[in-house]
């Protein structure tokens, strides 16, 4: 079953360009690195965060559809989401 939905990723990630980002806003300062425009649902978003938060040594969460982590690790997560097929844009500040 990991294997279907792996390689379902892959095809779908090919036309989708996901986006990573930063935001200090409402947050006190503290800034938060943005995940969004996934083609996952919530459980792939939940087992992605995870995965993304053990790699990373730091906490998150998921809200409205995208994954939320604590910090600015936007170098690091586009690394770790390339090679995982997607194809990946900073946006923001």
Do not use: C, F, W
Not at 34 to 58: C, H, V, W, Y
Not at 60 to 84: A, C, F, P, W, Y
């Amino acid at each position: 079953m990991t294997r279907e939905i792996s390689q379902t990723k892959k095809e779908v990630s090919k036309n989708v360009t996901v986006r990573v980002g930063r935001e200090t806003k409402g947050r006190r300062g503290k800034g938060v690195t943005t995940i969004s425009d996934l083609p996952l649902d919530e459980n792939g978003l939940a087992e992605l965060a995870a995965k993304l938060k053990q790699r990373l040594g730091t906490g998150g969460t998921i809200k409205n559809g995208r994954i939320e982590i604590q910090g600015d690790h936007r170098d690091r997560i586009v690394t770790e989401l390339e090679e995982m097929g997607y194809r990946v844009k900073l946006s923001g500040g």
